[in-house]
């Protein structure tokens, strides 16, 4: 059983290289990825319907279990930041703002992803070492 699962969305350029650099940085490797849309995705979904309409990353702590919390939006990226640790817990340090403007902050960045300069939305092959950590 994994602690946390990070449901992203796998069409978006800006959300794959969210997860490489994630790979790329992290230290703990505990935590698992899986594309919204997927079989993961719909049991979360399941469980938590008010969450349906939801387009946004997704941080699932306790998956699978009836301890399971789920943050999206701004909750869910600082939850990355506190995750990577070490200068990237700094970022962590936004969740002082108000999570209604840290909302709209991520909001505006979220409409805009799939047009942002040097964002493609090819998918990206996961590493061999890290294949076993994503979900369907």
Do not use: K
């Not at 306790?62 to 990577?84: G, M």
């Not at 990237?88 to 209604?100: D, E, I, Q, Y």
């Not at 902050?105 to 590493?127: N, T």
């Amino acid at each position: 059983m994994t602690s946390s699962v990070l449901l992203y969305d796998g069409h978006c350029g800006l959300c794959n290289g969210t997860v490489r650099f994630i790979l790329q940085r992290e230290r703990l490797h505990t935590l698992e990825f899986a594309p919204i849309g997927g079989d993961f995705f719909r049991g979360v979904i399941a469980r938590h319907p008010e969450l349906r309409d939801m387009d946004s990353v997704m941080w699932v702590d306790a998956p699978d279990t009836p301890a399971e919390r789920v943050a999206v939006r701004s909750e869910a990226a600082l939850r990355v930041a506190r995750y990577l640790g070490g200068a990237w817990r700094l970022a962590a340090l936004g969740g002082f703002v108000p999570r209604r403007m840290r909302d709209w902050a991520y909001d505006v960045v979220a409409r805009y992803r799939h047009r942002l300069p040097g964002v493609s939305a090819q998918s990206f092959v996961v590493p061999a070492a890290a294949r076993t950590r994503f979900r369907g």
